[in-house]
């Protein structure tokens, strides 16, 4: 059944608020979702009824907690199409994914390989890379994004001269943060593959937006966050092939990811457990399932549809307005756009539109080395989800006239 996106508004209760007097427009979903009744009942529901550490406890509420957090984690196997539970490894979130296999990396690889990245990145998906380069002689690469106003996303010819045998590891992103550019993950995935070289997606911008398949991607590892598809903060998802999560060493040491331990040295548990030392975010986790239900219940295709509708409605109404600069593909792209004004810095223009409203955001977004190819010091960025209209889309865009208006723009 087809979501009716006039009701889901009400299933977020921070939305029914207004900021200065004016209804609230949540435009900053780039950064964080907003969370439904559903998740924030689950976090209540484990709070008050089942909270306990998990896995150790022999009482009741151990094993509630622990039957709440191993279900959760099957759940999300499902949600994404793992093969197996223990593919799935809990972490704080995108940047602790990444920072994980970056970091296990590190004993595999020597000074002459290749880690290859792309232009595009978010600093989560690159300055871990350049530790492990510094670390190891390894040799980081970026496959270029297309054109001075990055229109074309990656220059994939520029990818076949770059995927030579050197490359052990291929890290990019499923959606742009900044560009809205979806890449093409399932290529990727199998050019990096008949290369001999294993893959990284940073799936942050994509998880809650898109349908996402592991397996039909055909990637190695897959790292996401919880927050930015309607689940709680500070839980997030490292995916890794099996085999894969088994030939990597632990990178945090402690509690619960051990076999045996003596005075003089300590034996590790199989994935997921060695990956998850210490007392997990076990609340984060139960609620994050219950997110996946949620989306899942309006359908990710439709999701995809209705979000990606509004990024190109946005490109077209704001594309009207006079000294703008819109970055990212003209067509084909994700729910957000990325602009800027030669005279308004944008965060003159966030501050001006949270009067009227509008959550927007302004800023580098964590990508500099970005901003900086394209000639930019910030943008301001409209990123749309689920609760989103086009009635708001009209808001931002008077918001902005007015903006304009004041510093003499228009």
């Known amino acids: 059944m087809a979501a009716d996106w006039s009701r889901v508004r009400a299933d977020f209760p921070i939305l029914q608020q207004t900021v200065h007097g004016k209804p609230l427009v949540y435009l900053d979903n780039g950064a964080t979702a907003q969370k439904p009744r559903v998740v924030i009942d689950a976090l ?25 957090y191993e279900g959760a984690r099957t759940r999300i196997a499902r949600f994404i199409n793992a093969a197996d539970p223990a593919e799935i490894i809990f972490t704080r979130g995108t940047t602790e994914g990444i920072n994980i296999v970056a970091r296990s990396f ?27 380069a510094r670390a190891t002689g390894a040799i980081l690469r970026h496959v270029p994004v297309l054109g001075v106003d990055a229109e074309g996303g990656l220059d994939l010819d520029a990818l076949d001269r770059l995927l030579t045998p050197q490359v052990k590891v291929f890290a990019f992103t499923h959606m742009s943060n900044t560009l809205a550019t979806i890449n093409p993950a399932m290529e990727l995935c199998q050019r990096a593959r008949a290369a001999g070289a294993l893959t990284v997606i940073d799936a942050a911008q994509s998880i809650g937006h898109m349908p996402v398949d592991v397996r039909a991607l055909g990637c190695d590892f897959l790292a996401f966050s919880g927050h930015k598809m309607c689940g709680p903060t500070g839980i997030g998802v490292l995916y890794g092939r099996r085999t894969l999560l088994d030939r990597l060493g632990p990178t945090e040491t402690g509690g619960g990811m051990v076999v045996s331990v003596d005075y003089d040295g300590a034996r590790w548990k199989p994935a997921p457990e060695r990956f998850e030392a210490g007392t997990p975010n076990i609340a984060g986790a139960i609620g994050l399932a219950v997110a996946c239900d949620y989306l899942d219940r309006l359908g990710r295709e439709a999701i995809a549809r209705h979000d990606n509708a509004l990024g190109q409605l946005a490109y077209e109404k704001l594309s009207a307005l006079p000294g703008i600069r819109i970055i990212g593909p003209r067509g084909g792209r994700g729910g957000l756009v990325s602009f800027a004004f030669a005279d308004v810095h944008a965060h003159d223009v966030v501050t001006f539109a949270d009067e009227d409203g509008i959550a927007l955001r302004g800023g580098h977004h964590c990508n500099q080395p970005l901003m900086r190819k394209l000639g930019l010091t910030s943008t301001t960025r409209a990123s749309f989800y689920v609760y989103n209209t086009e009635a708001e889309i009209d808001v931002l865009v008077k918001s902005l006239q007015r903006i304009l208006k004041f510093f003499g723009g228009a």
């Open 106 to 132: 590190a004993s595999l690889l020597k000074p002459g390989d290749v880690i290859l990245a792309t232009e595009m990145e978010h600093h989560s998906n690159l300055v871990p890379w350049q530790q492990v």
């Open 44 to 68: 209540v529901r484990y709070y008050e009824s089942d909270n306990s550490n998990v896995h150790r406890g022999l009482h009741a509420l151990s094993m509630r907690a622990t039957d709440g």
